[in-house]
C-alpha cells in the first residue's frame, strides 16, 4: 500500500481515536465521580478500543513506509491512549509527510 492512501487513513482515525477517548474519559469521570452512566461507559471503551486497534495498525505500516525511528514511532503510537495527544501527533506527522510524499495527483514527466 502507498503512504499517500495511509496518511488519510492515520489522519481519519487519529482523530476518531482520540474524540472517543475524550469522551471515554468524560464517562469515567460519570461513572467513578458521579456514579451515573455505567452501562454506557463499557460501550465507549470498547468503542475506542476498537479503533485504537485501527489506529495501532496504519500508524505502525505508515511508520514502516515513512521509516521512522524506533522512538518516534512508539511516541506515535502512543499517542492514541493519551487524552489530545493524538491530535498533536496527527498534526506533526501531516506537516512532516507532506514534505517527504508526492502530492497525490502529481505525475511525473515522460520519459524519468
Sequence with gaps: MKATP???????????????????????????????????TTYVAMLH?????????????????????????VFTLAAGCIPFASFVAERRVVREAAGQLPAAGARQPAGV
Excluded: N, S
Design 49 to 73: 478500543g476498537y479503533l485504537y486497534i485501527g489506529y495501532f495498525v496504519v500508524t505502525f505500516l505508515l511508520g514502516q513506509k515513512l521509516k521512522w525511528p524506533l522512538g518516534r514511532l
Design 6 to 40: 495511509l496518511l488519510g487513513w492515520y489522519r481519519a482515525l487519529a482523530i476518531a481515536t482520540g474524540v472517543a477517548l475524550l469522551v471515554f474519559c468524560g464517562f469515567m469521570v460519570a461513572k467513578y465521580g458521579f456514579h451515573t452512566a455505567e452501562d454506557i
